[in-house]
């Protein structure tokens, strides 16, 4: 399993940017898909997660939660971080990340150790 995210880039705050995370080889449908971040001289943190279709929902971390949306579109093995209303405090590197196994309750599928493949990241970063 490859994934392969775009999108990010220098944005003024309160802008949006759009990041795509394409996923090759698996089955894509049967993944839960995550967005993780990492500042600098910071831990990676979670930021969404969206399950595979009829297995959950999705979930935001707080401090983007009203601002940022994970959508996926399963045709096309690809998921989505709509990201509107950016903060300097977003700016980070921004990973997608594969998450094979489906876990009771929401708890887990937050924590990096979920993820099972990682793409490379994409910096976002946020002008004041």
């Known amino acids: 399993v490859q994934l392969q995210a775009s999108g990010g880039g220098l944005v003024q705050t309160g802008g949006s940017l759009r990041l795509s995370c394409v996923v090759s080889g698996g089955t894509f449908r049967t993944y839960a898909m995550a967005w993780f971040r990492q500042g600098a001289g910071k831990e990676r943190e979670f930021v969404a997660v969206i399950r595979r279709s009829g297995h959950g929902g999705i979930y935001y971390a707080d401090s983007v939660k009203g601002r940022f949306t994970i959508s996926r579109d399963n045709a096309k093995s690809t998921a989505y971080l709509q990201m509107d209303s950016l903060k300097p405090e977003d700016t980070a590197l921004y990973y997608c990340?594969?998450?094979?196994?489906?876990?009771?309750?929401?708890?887990?599928?937050?924590?990096?150790?979920?993820?099972?493949?990682w793409g490379k990241g994409t910096q976002v970063t946020v002008s004041s």
């Open positions: 990340g594969v998450q094979t196994k489906n876990y009771a309750g929401t708890y887990y599928h937050t924590t990096p150790d979920a993820v099972d493949y």
